[in-house]
């Protein structure tokens, strides 16, 4: 089982999607019931939905970088660790993901905001879960899980 905790420190987000705490659950359990890779795992995040002041800090703060971004990641764990979790068939916190509406709004030009916010949300939950995209093989790997998670949960 797979649980989200949402966090809203912008009110801006409610403008775009009603209740996100409701919309993402619901995306998780869809994911659930879609693939196997999460069908039997036990695990809890969180999603904090801030604006660009809190990112810039956090990734400032973190990553040493004094910029906005779209979104930030911070994995609990390492991947290695997690198997031993998911093996174990345990519960465990993967960690938080950070999004930024405003970053969504700029960047939803052609596309509609919340399937951007998807495309974001699925991208920091794979970083929780270990995965990594400095090597081409890497990013080519993770989009093609990230694409495979957004069609079946849209």
């Known amino acids: 089982m797979i649980k989200i905790n949402v966090l809203i420190t912008d009110k801006k987000w409610k403008k775009y999607i009603n209740n996100p705490e409701l919309y993402l659950k619901k995306k998780i359990r869809k994911l659930q019931s879609k693939h196997d890779y999460f069908e039997k795992k036990n695990f809890e995040l969180t999603v904090l939905l801030s604006g660009e002041e809190e990112i810039k800090k ?20 390492e991947k290695k660790q997690l198997f031993t979790f998911f093996k174990n ?29 998807d495309k974001l949300w699925i991208h920091g939950l794979l970083h929780l879960l270990g995965y990594k995209h400095r090597l081409n093989k890497d990013y080519i790997k993770m989009q093609r899980f990230e694409k495979k998670i957004f069609n079946s949960i849209n």
């Open 58 to 77: 956090l990734n400032k703060k973190f990553r040493n970088k004094n910029k906005v971004t779209d979104i930030l990641s911070f994995p609990f764990y």
């Open 89 to 117: 068939r345990q519960t465990c916190y993967l960690g938080d993901i950070n999004i930024n509406i405003y970053k969504i709004i700029k960047n939803a030009n052609n596309q509609k905001f919340i399937e951007l916010f």
